[in-house]
Nanobody, 118 residues
Framework: VQLQASGGGLVQPGGSLRLSCAAS????????RNWYRQAPGKQRELVAT???????DYADSVKGRFTISRDHTRTTVYLQMDKLKPEDTAVYYC?????????????WGQGTQVTVSS
């Protein structure tokens, strides 16, 4: 599975950005698509999840502001980020979790920088 993330950039506080993550390869066994982020000096944290069944979940810090979704082919996942705050500044990584038999595989995109600053 290959993941290609895009959509980061510089935005003012209160603004919006939409990140995209396109998957290719053996995507048929993917159980969940996730967005993580890592701010300087901090650990990588899970921001949002969408499962193969369409269920979504969010970190408390982004609930009500971020929305994860996917296209009808399930190859591209989006992260709509509204009401952005300076503390949302981080490198955002898309992730895909694939399960084959009893083995779990994690795949990562290359990361895209999001900077929220006036």
């Amino acid at each position: 599975v290959q993941l290609q993330a895009s959509g980061g950039g510089l935005v003012q506080p209160g603004g919006s950005l939409r990140l995209s993550c396109a998957a290719s390869g053996s995507i048929f066994s993917i159980r969940a698509r996730n967005w993580y982020r890592q701010a300087p000096g901090k650990q990588r944290e899970l921001v949002a999840t969408i499962t193969s069944g369409g269920s979504t979940d969010y970190a408390d810090s982004v609930k009500g502001r971020f929305t994860i979704s996917r296209d009808h082919t399930r190859t591209t996942v989006y992260l709509q980020m509204d009401k952005l705050k300076p503390e949302d500044t981080a490198v955002y990584y898309c992730n895909a979790r694939r399960i084959v038999a009893t083995t779990t595989y994690n795949y990562w995109g290359q990361g895209t920088q999001v900077t929220v600053s006036s």
